[in-house]
């Protein structure tokens, strides 16, 4: 199996094998970036098609200054962006489809219901960390920022999740 730096360097050759090396890393993460942002299947479908195709046409100018999965990603987060902007509307976050307990589920659904309120920026830093298991590093280096400007974004997500009628209630029902 070739390092990844090597696939890269063999793909800005025009390598399609070597390309298609690095899809099979990357496309699980990929896909799960795109489904949190898009939810619509076509929408989901036509991205992961644009993200992955924007790539192969691009990968000669990757320059190595992140890595490479950091690279797609912002590929796959600017094509999201790109289609929110089109459709000029906020789309809907969805539960995942395994349930835990009922009450935890309750729970788990009042905390996505609280993140369709939030403003862009805090909302994804706050899948991305928390819904993605990305680091405030990764984050950052993903969104061309600042690791404080993502602690602050997560901080004030926290904080309107917590301040959310919905969350409220069964913060104030266990207490």
Not at 8 to 18: C, E, I, L, N
Not at 66 to 84: V, Y
Not at 93 to 100: F, K, V
Not at 143 to 166: F, P, W, Y
């Amino acid at each position: 199996m070739l390092a990844e730096s090597e696939l890269v360097k063999q793909s800005q050759k025009g390598d399609a094998t070597a390309f298609m090396q690095l899809i099979e890393r990357h496309d699980h993460r990929i896909m799960s970036v795109v489904h949190r942002f898009t939810f619509d299947q076509f929408d989901r479908d036509d991205i992961y098609q644009e993200v992955f195709l924007a790539a192969f046409k691009n990968v000669r100018r990757f320059r190595g200054d992140c890595a490479f999965a950091t690279w797609l990603l912002r590929i796959a987060l600017n094509r999201c962006i790109d289609l929110e902007r089109k459709r000029k509307k906020e789309r809907w976050l969805e539960l995942p489809s395994q349930a835990i307990d009922p009450q935890q589920s309750q729970k788990l659904a009042s905390v996505y219901r609280a993140l369709r309120h939030l403003a862009k920026g805090p909302r994804t830093c706050f899948q991305l960390h928390y819904l993605e298991g990305m680091t405030v590093e990764e984050i950052a280096d993903l969104l061309s920022c600042r690791s404080g400007t993502v602690k602050s974004q997560l901080n004030r997500a926290r904080k309107q999740i917590r301040q959310h009628d919905e969350v409220q209630q069964w913060i104030q029902a266990t207490a």
